[in-house]
């Protein structure tokens, strides 16, 4: 059985070349090249910090991104577990010796950049999930042991999270594993339960939050409010967009980033300024890119043999649609402002990070879809 | 194989659960276009204007102040350039160092230099510190030699109010200076076209014209940053100079008046009898309005405040005086309209007259024996007027008194300190004064003392009143636009008073001419109490009459020393007042003069009149020929 000793063994470099998605590989890169040039406008159309600072960030994290995909996906699916309980310790170590910035404790110190392990769970957990969905029978989905299971793996982090406080990322982390559980085959019963007891408990947890979390939220239900104040950055957001028009101010013209009018716009507002420049022709292509590269990962996704890449893929294109859909939606003042940056595009070296570890372990996918997971 | 139908059943469900979320991308991917387009395409133009809103600031400049010409065009309020010295604190290299090259190079005072460093503590990086805001010629020239050592420091130039002549005008334009906040709210159009370091008229002409003068700001706008700081300038829209105003003005008589009064109190106004127009309007003494521009020095302002002859009070408007004598000619007037007495009825003066158990005293101790009007108004008889006015009664003198302007204001809003004065009846006692009308005190009204208070102003306007034939005129202080010659404004007069009552100011013109024929008698004819101020030549001859109004009761021990000007302390001297008209034959200008504690009319102020009146009928022809230059909508 030719074919069955093909799934076994490994392949040779030149096939694992060959098996590449180039469509998604150049999507990616696109988005990196852009996302320098908009980088470069941050910078008012210079070469400063941010754009040096971007342009190594992807100089070092694309080719760890192949050098991933490299590993065949059996790997990747053992080491899942390990992984997990890796950003975990990560998030511990965070929580006690994580350097404090405007409030909160996020980060630790690496030499290129300072790593948020928050980011790199937003991985973790579909890859732990992806296994536990991989390796569970179906008929067990839905037991007792299994519910409690997952919902503590998906708990935990939220919760760590959360104290630090990171409400954008646990957000984006709980959404990242709930999909998993989605396609995992969890009854659509215990979605519509947790869905009302949560509504039950909103004004509990409201009463929870911090006072510029509850002030952002009336921020996002009236912005004009305190227009300077709490309601500036998404007032100052709309302008910018809106300004743009059809087809934008042209680059390293947009006069509300150049004139420091824009709040964060290196980061979670970066898609403000790109709109602002390239307007509504360019925003739109740039969600067409966005769109080519989640339906590249379902693509590989869905010719994957093993429902472990299957599982990943599915969770981590849905990942992805959900970080641009929470960035745009704030950003256009659709949800009130929760940290959460645009894929590849916003500055910020975590990010990245995971966004090319989960790109690297879909391509791993691609180039073993044939791999059966035992 | 149960676990591969297992796997099989499990990638069912998973590629199921997909396509439903799958569904739902579509739709939020959807949903967030829609939302693009309709903030960039729909709302494009909203949100274009909130980007200009935010990013384009406009700087408005201060706007330049209308000049303001004498009648013959003689600018008598511009604008000069001046230069100023600016800091632009963020460019500055070296704060301290750069503070002490320029306190050597200007020679600031450490006060000075403190303010400094507090302004620049309040204000933003960018914005500027004024430094010196009238910089010298050859301090500008000095700064700008070493500017490569003053980096951070801008020198300016600017315009600035200027009165070139000085204390001349200052009583009439009074000046401009920067306003505090209750001056700019109490005006919404200098409310609107504020800016820092604006000037605006605080007193006399240049405050109530100060919106025709104003004009309108330039207005620079620039792209600023979200911070507000400047980054480039878009575009520069030139302000609109104030209007020019004309004024009826002669400098040259203005500034005979200025030389005549030479400091002492009093005040000098000269009216066209026909027009209104007033050629000159000095009180003395004045100062120097152009000390006020930059904010006046201590020094310079005690020296004004404290001066005991009162320079900040304009006599001419708002200075209150007995008109003495010099109300003999509206007396007489009255007395012949309402025939109490006709030009023979004859009063034997002696001296004085015992009345009510009082002693009213002519001025002249051993009497003028029989006189007629023509005499008594000639030689000032008090005894004359005493009986007359007795006999007259001071409700009927009051009548004639205000229809020939006494106790109202002459120029109304122009001036918002002129003082209306008073001609008293037996009612405004009552009802002021809460007392009933003695008839000693009807005496004393018709020589002009007593409860009487006339402003030089009105004196004069009464006096061209006379002058003119009794007809009323509109007194003014600004050219209007329809210039006519001068044949066609006396026919108007004329018209005009065949329609209206109440430009007439006669019952019958004889009585005018008979009241005029006597001040000419006073300053023409010998014994008259002008005559040695006479111009025979009747090209300038005049008709006048002297007035010499006391200030304090006169006792008996003081009427028997008999003391000499010289002898009696400044505040008790008698206040020297002259009215006078000329030339006697077509008669055009009226004028008066007063000087305070002067001693006598016709000693101290109608020798004024004599060399005045040769000035302003020589300029006669020359204002006849001056045309209406400019149109100016007041």
Redesign the interface.
């Known amino acids: 059985m030719f074919q069955h000793d093909r799934l076994n063994n490994e392949l040779t470099f030149w096939q694992k070349v060959k098996e590449l998605d180039y469509i998604l590989l150049t999507s990616v890169l696109l988005l990196s090249i852009l996302s320098l040039f908009v980088m470069y406008s941050t910078d008012g159309g210079e070469i400063l910090f941010h754009t040096k600072s971007h342009f190594s960030k992807i100089i070092f994290f694309f080719p760890l991104m192949i050098f991933i995909a490299f590993f065949n996906i059996k790997w990747w699916h053992k080491l899942s577990y390990l992984f997990y309980f890796a950003v975990i310790l990560l998030l511990i170590y965070v929580s006690f010796f994580g350097i404090m910035s405007s409030g909160s404790r996020r980060w630790m110190d690496l030499y290129l950049f300072n790593l948020q392990p928050s980011e790199l769970m937003k991985i973790a957990i579909i890859l732990c999930l992806a296994k536990y969905?991989h390796r569970i029978?179906?008929?067990n989905v839905n037991s007792i042991t299994s519910i409690m299971t997952v919902v503590t793996i998906i708990l935990i982090p939220i919760i760590m999270v959360l104290s630090q406080p990171d409400l954008g990322t646990s957000i984006l982390i709980a959404a990242s594993g709930l999909?998993v559980l989605?396609?995992?085959?969890v009854k659509i019963k215990y979605f519509i339960y947790s869905f009302i007891v949560f509504l039950i408990s909103l004004p509990f947890v409201i009463s929870f939050l911090k006072p510029y979390q509850k002030l952002r939220i009336l921020t996002f239900l009236d912005p004009d409010r305190d227009p300077l104040g709490a309601g500036y950055q998404i007032i100052?957001s709309?302008?910018?967009?809106?300004?743009?028009?059809?087809d934008g101010k042209g680059f390293l013209k947009g006069?509300?980033s150049y004139?420091?009018?824009l709040p964060e716009k290196h980061t979670d507002f970066i898609f403000t300024l790109f709109?602002e420049e390239f307007?509504?022709i360019g925003?739109?292509a740039l969600?067409i890119l966005y769109?080519i590269i989640?339906i590249r990962i379902?693509r590989i996704?869905?010719i994957s043999r093993s429902?472990f890449s299957?599982?990943f893929c599915?969770g981590f294109a849905?990942a992805i649609?959900i970080y641009i859909?929470v960035n745009?939606?704030m950003v256009?003042g659709?949800l009130p402002i929760v940290g959460s940056p645009l894929p590849i595009m916003s500055y910020g070296g975590s990010s990245m990070l995971a966004t090319m570890i989960g790109f690297g372990i879909v391509l791993s996918a691609k180039i073993n879809h044939k791999q059966m997971i035992a | 194989m149960i676990k591969g139908n297992?796997?099989i059943?499990?990638?069912d469900?998973?590629?199921r659960?997909?396509f439903i979320?799958?569904a739902a991308?579509i739709i939020?991917?959807t949903g967030?276009?829609a939302?693009?387009?309709s903030?960039?395409?729909n709302?494009?133009k909203?949100?274009?204007t909130?980007?200009d809103k935010?990013?384009i600031r406009e700087w408005k400049l201060p706007p330049i102040r209308g000049d303001i010409v004498d009648y013959f065009g003689n600018i008598i309020a511009g604008n000069l350039k001046v230069y100023q010295l600016h800091i632009i604190p963020e460019q500055v290299e070296n704060f301290n160092y750069l503070l002490t090259r320029l306190k050597t190079l200007l020679k600031l005072s450490d006060k000075k230099i403190e303010k400094i460093v507090k302004l620049k503590n309040k204000l933003k990086p960018w914005e500027s510190i004024i430094v010196s805001e009238n910089l010298s010629w050859s301090d500008f020239l000095k700064i700008n030699n070493y500017l490569y050592d003053l980096v951070g420091v801008k020198p300016v130039m600017t315009i600035s109010r200027n009165y070139p002549f000085s204390e001349v005008y200052t009583h009439i334009l009074g000046y401009v200076s920067q306003p505090n906040e209750e001056e700019i709210l109490a005006n919404e159009t200098v409310q609107e076209r504020f800016v820092p370091g604006m000037k605006i008229g605080k007193l006399g002409l240049e405050k109530t014209l100060e919106n025709y003068l104003i004009g309108t700001n330039a207005i620079q706008r620039y792209?600023?940053?979200?911070?507000g700081k400047r980054?480039n300038q878009l575009e520069h829209q030139k302000g609109k100079q104030g209007l020019r105003v004309r004024l009826t003005v002669d400098t040259e008589v203005q500034k005979a008046c200025g030389k005549l009064l030479n400091d002492r109190a009093g005040s000098i106004s000269v009216m066209d009898i026909y027009t209104g127009d007033i050629i000159a309007m000095y009180s003395s003494p004045s100062y120097d309005p152009n000390k006020f521009l930059f904010g006046i020095s201590n020094d310079d302002w005690a020296l004004i405040r404290n001066n005991p002859l009162k320079p900040l009070v304009n006599k001419t408007l708002s200075g209150l005086y007995s008109p003495g004598s010099t109300i003999k000619p509206i007396v007489a007037l009255s007395a012949l309209e309402n025939k109490i007495v006709s030009p023979s009825f004859k009063v034997k003066c002696t001296g004085k007259i015992e009345l009510y158990g009082q002693t009213f005293h002519c001025w002249k101790e051993k009497g003028h024996g029989f006189v007629s009007l023509k005499n008594a108004m000639k030689q000032s008889c008090d005894t004359y007027f005493y009986e007359v006015a007795r006999l007259l009664g001071v409700d009927r003198l009051n009548v004639t008194a205000e229809k020939f302007g006494l106790g109202k204001k002459v120029l109304g809003d122009y001036f918002d300190f002129e003082k209306s004065g008073l001609f008293p009846n037996t009612k405004w006692k009552k009802n002021n004064l809460g007392k009933g009308w003695v008839l000693g005190e009807t005496l004393i009204t018709g020589i002009g003392q007593g409860y009487t208070q006339t402003t030089p102003l009105q004196l004069c306007l009464m006096t061209a009143q006379i002058a003119n034939g009794g007809y009323s005129i509109k007194p003014r202080i600004i050219v209007d636009n329809n210039p006519m010659p001068i044949e066609e404004i006396k026919r108007k007069l004329k018209e005009e008073t065949l329609h209206s009552q109440e430009k007439k100011l006669f019952k019958d013109p004889r009585n005018i001419k008979i009241v005029q024929e006597a001040m000419f008698s006073s300053t023409n004819e010998l014994y008259g109490t002008s005559y040695k101020s006479r111009i025979d030549d009747p090209k300038y001859q005049f008709a006048g009459k002297t007035g010499t109004a006391q200030v304090k009761r006169i006792s008996m021990r003081e009427r028997e020393l008999d003391l000499k000007i010289e002898q009696i302390p400044y505040k008790d001297r008698d206040h020297a007042l002259y009215i006078a008209y000329g030339p006697y034959i077509n008669p055009r200008y009226a004028l008066s003069i007063i000087i305070e504690h002067g001693g006598s009319g016709s000693r101290t102020a109608a020798p004024i009149a004599k060399e005045l009146f040769k000035l302003i009928i020589d300029r006669n022809d020359l204002r006849n020929k001056q045309k209406n230059f400019e149109e100016i909508k007041i």
């Open positions: 969905y029978k179906i008929e999909i989605w396609l995992g085959g100052q709309k302008i910018a967009i809106g300004s743009g028009g059809l006069t509300q004139l420091d009018f709109s307007g509504f925003s739109v969600l769109s989640i379902l996704g869905a429902n299957r599982l599915f849905f649609f859909v745009l939606s256009l659709l | 297992s796997g059943r499990k990638t469900v998973i590629n659960r997909m979320i799958g991308k939020i991917f967030i276009i939302r693009l387009f903030l960039q395409v709302e494009n909203k949100y274009l909130l980007s935010n990013r792209e600023v940053n979200a911070y980054i």
